[in-house]
T-cell receptor, first 116, second 115 residues
Framework: AQKITQTQPGMFVQEKEAVTLDCTYD???????LFWYKQPSSGEMIFLIY??????QNATEGRYSLNFQKARKSANLVISASQLGDSAMYFC?????????????FGPGTRLSVLP | DSGVTQTPKHLITATGQRVTLRCSPR?????VYWYQQSLDQGLQFLIQ???????AKGNILERFSAQQFPDLHSELNLSSLELGDSALYFC??????????????FGQGTRLTVV
């Protein structure tokens, strides 16, 4: 079963506008972590932001924020004031449980294109 | 620089051949993950090692194998290569302890082209 769902294969946003990239997840474990990564056309994977299942507040990192709705099992990435350099693939990922050596599961990704 | 080193960066080989991809994790990281990314596709999880032992297996073909050595570096062996094996192969590492907020750090990837 798909543990991470990203329903938007592609998104367009105008430069300087905000954009929300959707991510829903499936787990029965009360302890988990959610991550967002960016993959520009150069190919490298860049870590953006983390949200823990027990965190009371939504995570923020600069222009990135995470809209965490635990009951809905969603962890949407919000990028404010989009820049041309934000054009990339974005992946949502999850770690489950507090055990050693837990795996990272990635979603299919969303391709974001920022228009000038 | 993520601290994860993958070699080689590019590899071109013929169908039927065998190749070995190498990964050196960040210093102190015990978990190593291998992912395959075909053109414009997501990350397909192949296999994970933790401190030398196989921890999780994904959609890894029988023609593929991996191992993690005592010094924690890992190798991914791909044999009887087919055209469809052409992809970007990522190695990632993480501390691997019970803390949830430790992210995975990715190498630059190995671009494999099978001709």
């Amino acid at each position: 079963a798909q543990k991470i769902t990203q329903t938007q294969p592609g998104m367009f946003v105008q430069e300087k506008e905000a954009v929300t990239l959707d991510c829903t997840y499936d787990t029965s474990d009360p302890s988990y972590g959610l991550f967002w990564y960016k993959q520009p056309s150069s190919g490298e994977m860049i870590f953006l932001i983390y949200q823990g299942s027990y965190d009371q507040q939504n995570a923020t990192e600069g222009r990135y924020s995470l809209n965490f709705q635990k009951a809905r099992k969603s962890a949407n990435l919000v990028i404010s004031a989009s820049q041309l350099g934000d054009s990339a693939m974005y992946f949502c990922a999850m770690r489950e449980g507090g055990n050693y050596g837990q795996n990272f599961v990635f979603g299919p990704g969303t391709r974001l294109s920022v228009l000038p | 620089d993520s601290g994860v080193t993958q070699t080689p960066k590019h590899l071109i080989t013929a169908t039927g051949q065998r190749v070995t991809l190498r990964c050196s994790p960040r210093s102190g990281d015990l978990s190593v993950y291998w992912y395959q990314q075909s053109l414009d596709q997501g990350l397909q999880f192949l296999i994970q090692y933790y401190n030398g032992e196989e921890r999780a297996k994904g959609n890894i073909l029988e023609r593929f194998s991996a191992q993690q050595f005592p010094d924690l570096h890992s190798e991914l062996n791909l044999s009887s290569l087919e055209l469809g094996d052409s992809a970007l192969y990522f190695c990632a590492s993480s501390v691997g302890d019970s803390r949830m907020n430790t992210e995975a750090f990715f190498g630059q990837g190995t671009r494999l082209t099978v001709v």
